[in-house]
């Protein structure tokens, strides 16, 4: 059980082009997840935490308006890197929380942007 | 002061050696603990949560420290298969917000 699934695996897009990740909890309600961004030989950082049917709380220096998110049930919820440029290149992985403290990751997005 | 620190190795051990990893934690008033294990390119993976009375799960062993505020890692008989990345992460409350991330040990077990 605690699957979360992400789409796609890995982009390679134009700067300017905005790119959209979904994230999935597949077998259990995911009352809240978290989207973090990882560089490499870097630890995971928080960019943000979504629950269902709210705002997205942002960490600071995490600019809402390029990072959009959107969690529209309990099983879905989206990030949006929009006017995508080459700094934005990232490992980009969510998790999700069902009813306890533990996070299950999805596998990850390789974001590069040309 | 981080928030989480971890020597960030590598630790390099042979087959079957016993190893050990500390991580120390500043927020006194945290309340769950776990280690994950991340392997390269990967997504991090739950290994195991930390309780107070400390819990071994086969060749694993997690104790939580808090008047000292740590956490180790031990592993025992290490395999080839258990390099990767161990992030040491400290939650502070119980609802699973605010996961903090230790940026993680390096462990590469030698054949």
Partial sequence: GAVVSQHPSWVICKSGTSVKIECRSLDFQATTMFWYRQFPK?????????????????EQGVEKD???????????????????????SSFYICSARGTGATQYFGPGTRLLVL | RKEVEQDPGPFN?????????????SNSASQSFFW???????EPKLLMSVYSSGNEDGRFTAQLNRAS?????????????DSATYLCVVN?????????FGPGTRLSVLP
């Fill in chain 2, 36 to 42: 994950y294990r991340q392997d390269c390119r990967k």
């Fill in chain 1, 66 to 88: 390029k990072f959009l998110i959107n969690h529209a049930s309990l099983t879905l919820s989206t990030l949006t890197v929009t006017s995508a440029h080459p700094e934005d």
């Fill in chain 2, 69 to 81: 505020q740590y956490i180790s890692l031990l592993i025992r008989d290490s395999k080839l298969s």
């Fill in chain 2, 92 to 100: 502070p409350d119980n609802y699973g917000q605010n996961f903090v």
């Fill in chain 2, 13 to 25: 051990v042979p087959e079957g050696a016993t190893v050990a990893f500390n991580c120390t934690y």
């Fill in chain 1, 42 to 58: 870097q630890s995971l950082m928080l960019m943000a935490t979504s629950n269902e049917g709210s705002k997205a709380t942002y």
